[in-house]
């Protein structure tokens, strides 16, 4: 067992070129405010380029592009944006006709806004049990505005790695549904792990 926690760390280190260690996990800024996952989709999406509320709902409806990951009802869209608005993140930017309905309200991101989704894109998920919404909805947006995912791939396998391990050892000990638990636990961090070393190798 021990052999086996060494190989998948000299694999990991293989393939990331040896580079791993020269990547701090990036913890949250205590000044950030604390956003939900919805609203830092709608901020970074915001990001993209002046909108409004309607353009962002598609986005976020289940079969939108980042929908289809992470889907945000309607009410919520428009929550997250009168939030956003207030913190002084996003602001208005300003009304566009229509001939379907009432005169759309133009929303569009100041500095600050701009800032603190590029550090949040960028950022592992730090909770094994939120990478496979957080990480996949990241890689989307980074991909929507070309920007090279690397940092945040080897960044989220230094945090997972030591998960990984210490949940193998975990494994070993428990008995029961305490070790079912563990090794659903265990064998889905190491899976993640394999997704991200693939990605890293053999970027899209």
């Known amino acids: 067992m021990h052999e086996t926690r060494l190989s998948q760390r000299n694999m ?10 020269q990547y701090a996990v990036t913890m949250v800024p205590a000044h950030e405010p604390a956003l939900t996952l919805s609203e830092w989709i709608v901020l970074s999406l ?18 939108g592009e980042v929908g289809r990951i992470w889907s945000v009802p309607r009410a919520m869209v428009y929550r997250s944006i009168s939030r956003l608005t207030d913190l ?3 602001r208005s930017a300003g009304e566009e006709p229509t001939s379907q309905g009432p005169v759309r309200q133009l929303v569009e991101a100041t500095d600050e806004g701009r800032v603190m989704a590029a550090a949040w894109q960028h950022r592992p998920a730090q909770h094994t ?25 080897t960044a989220q396998r230094v945090l997972l790695a030591p998960i990984a391990d210490a949940l193998q050892d975990q494994v070993a000990s428990a008995t029961g549904f305490d070790r079912t638990l563990m090794l659903w636990r265990y064998e889905t961090a190491t899976a993640t792990l394999h997704f991200l070393d693939a990605l890293v190798t053999a970027p899209p």
């Open 46 to 63: 915001i990001c993209e380029g002046r909108t409004h509320g309607n353009a962002v709902t598609q986005q976020l409806a289940r079969s």
């Open 129 to 153: 049990r939120d990478i496979r919404s957080e990480l996949l909805v990241k890689l989307a947006l980074l991909d929507r505005s070309g920007v090279d995912p690397h940092d945040l791939l």
């Open 88 to 90: 002084g993140l996003i």
């Open 12 to 21: 990991g280190c293989l393939l990331v070129g040896g580079l791993a260690s």
